[in-house]
């Protein structure tokens, strides 16, 4: 996902971005409200990103497979809201 933020700022704040995309964040930029650029990392494209998040997802539900279910026991509807 990326962050959005004017032109106006980009051009303001471009060391910041530069350093934060060599930390691996992108940024869309925008001219009146419209998207026209975007800013990322070299050579990580939009595939590359979502390869990445879905890589991550599957290694998250691997890992939540694995682990036991936890019996929590059973609360009435009050107590759950209770304040």
């Known amino acids: 996902m990326s962050e959005v ?3 106006a700022d980009a051009n303001r704040q471009f060391s ?10 992108r940024f869309t930029i925008t001219s009146h409200g419209r998207p026209v650029a975007q800013i990322g990392p070299v050579g990580e494209t939009e595939a590359d990103i979502q390869a990445r998040r879905s890589a ?6 691997d ?3 694995q682990r036991p279910a936890l019996n ?9 809201y209770e304040r």
Request: net charge positive.
């Open 5 to 7: 933020i004017s032109a």
């Open 16 to 25: 910041r971005i530069l350093r934060a995309v060599e930390a691996g964040a």
């Open 56 to 61: 991550a997802l599957t290694r998250l539900l």
């Open 63 to 65: 890992r939540l497979e």
């Open 72 to 80: 929590a026991g059973k609360w009435t509807r009050d107590e759950l």
